[in-house]
């Protein structure tokens, strides 16, 4: 059974950073692309930043793209992603996803739960 479960979510200060972290289990990580997106209240989802399955092919969204650093470790398990320059509106719940295939489709077929990062002085 496919599980993802993100975590290192919190609060931080416009400017600050957090890592967030995927930890994944149950399917063969090394083959499949992941991909952070994102909810803020009242909001639609919204994707984030996309790697492939060897982190060989990047893409950001425009909110994303100079301040978040999307990457993975296949030994470990793991997907993450680095927010720098923290805004209000990065305020949201931050999934990971994984795709369906090894390049990012944009098909998903298992998310996580989420992790709530919320931006406030």
């Known amino acids: 059974q496919v599980h993802l479960v993100e975590s290192g979510g919190g609060l931080a200060q416009p400017g600050g950073s957090l890592r967030l972290s995927c930890d994944a289990s149950g399917f063969i990580f090394g083959s499949y692309a992941m991909t952070w997106s994102r909810q803020a209240p009242g909001m639609g989802l919204e994707w984030v930043a996309k790697i492939d399955s060897i982190g060989a092919e990047i893409r950001y969204a425009d909110s994303a793209k100079g301040r978040f650093t999307i990457s993975r470790d296949n030994t470990k398990r793991k997907v993450y992603l680095q927010m720098d320059s923290l805004k209000f509106e990065d305020t949201a719940l931050y999934y990971c996803?994984?795709?369906?295939?090894?390049?990012?489709?944009?098909?998903?077929?298992?998310w996580g739960r989420g992790t709530q990062v919320t931006v406030s002085s």
């Open positions: 996803a994984k795709d369906a295939h090894f390049y990012s489709s944009g098909s998903y077929d298992a």
